[in-house]
């Protein structure tokens, strides 16, 4: 795919809507699957044909689980044919609260000055305290729940048990579950909650602990507010639908909805793609 100066981009997929354009005097691309809700931005013309491929990637993952063979192959040619000039694969790394994408090589100046989520320290559904030692060298998912959620929660905990069942026998892949009640999900209730719903100790930490500390690393750190693009404030309540992609060395590398199992999916291929970096 061959994007120029001045592009405009409409394409049609089986319904889905991508529109992507560059707006006279804004810095601004993006794109947006109309029917899903999915949303992918970038300032720089230059990631254009990755979000391309991202969203040939969504597409041809949900054809092909709603059967529909014919189009999903040729989704796949064209995902294939878009990344067949790339000698390796990579996922962008996400710096913002506005989730853009950079595509940044470790040759860049900017590689060093990557956003990385920083020391932490939280008691898990056992008593033990988790702390970015329990997750180094490992990629993780990590969101925010709360065990009296009737709403979003109980979708989000089964679709993170979806990726439990994927990785359950690779060490190398763990998944932490912050409470935003702390006060009243204490240790023996993340305990019940953990055995009620069948989260296996050392590879799923259901977290509890101090709230400013958990809302600040969450807002702060994780980007995890209810509002795309903006930090909230400390005390406002947390309830957000975002499963966070992090890397080995604690670096955001995709933010998923939590409610849609179709992103289960993309965040399966996503983990694998990481664990081939270094």
């Given at each position: 795919i061959s994007v120029k100066n001045g592009w405009k981009m409409d394409c049609w997929l089986n319904g889905f809507i991508i529109k992507m354009e560059k707006r006279k005097g804004v810095k601004n691309y993006g794109g947006r699957m109309e029917k899903s809700g999915l949303i992918m931005s970038s300032n720089k013309e230059e990631n254009l044909d990755c979000l391309v491929i991202e969203f040939a990637k969504i597409h041809m993952i949900q054809l092909l689980k709603n059967r529909n063979l014919f189009l999903g192959f040729i989704i796949m040619l064209v995902f294939i044919g878009c990344t067949s000039n790339k000698t390796k694969q990579t996922l962008p790394f996400i710096n913002q609260p506005d989730f853009t994408p950079e595509w940044i090589q470790a040759d860049d100046t900017a590689y060093k000055n990557m956003h990385t989520i920083p020391a932490f320290s939280f008691y898990n559904q056992d008593g033990k305290i988790v702390t970015e030692k329990t997750v180094e060298g490992k990629i993780y998912v990590a969101n925010f729940i709360f065990t009296r959620c009737a709403s979003i929660c109980p979708v989000m905990t089964s679709n993170m048990m979806i990726l439990q069942q994927k990785f359950k026998d690779d060490e190398a892949v763990i998944f932490l579950s912050h409470s935003v009640t702390p006060d009243l999900d204490d240790v023996s209730v993340l305990k019940k909650y953990a055995n009620l719903k069948g989260i296996i100790s050392g590879k799923w930490h259901l977290l509890t602990g101090n709230q400013a500390d958990i809302y600040r690393i969450a807002k702060k750190e994780?980007?995890?507010?209810?509002?795309?693009?903006?930090?909230?404030?400390?005390?406002?309540?947390?309830?957000?639908?975002?499963?966070?992609?992090?890397?080995?060395?604690?670096?955001?590398?995709?933010?998923?909805?939590?409610?849609?199992?179709?992103?289960?999916?993309?965040?399966?291929?996503?983990?694998?793609?990481?664990?081939?970096?270094?």
């Open positions: 994780y980007f995890a507010g209810d509002t795309i693009g903006f930090y909230q404030t400390n005390d406002a309540f947390l309830h957000t639908e975002n499963f966070i992609l992090v890397d080995k060395k604690r670096r955001i590398r995709g933010v998923y909805n939590g409610t849609l199992a179709i992103e289960m999916d993309r965040l399966i291929i996503d983990i694998e793609t990481l664990k081939e970096e270094e």
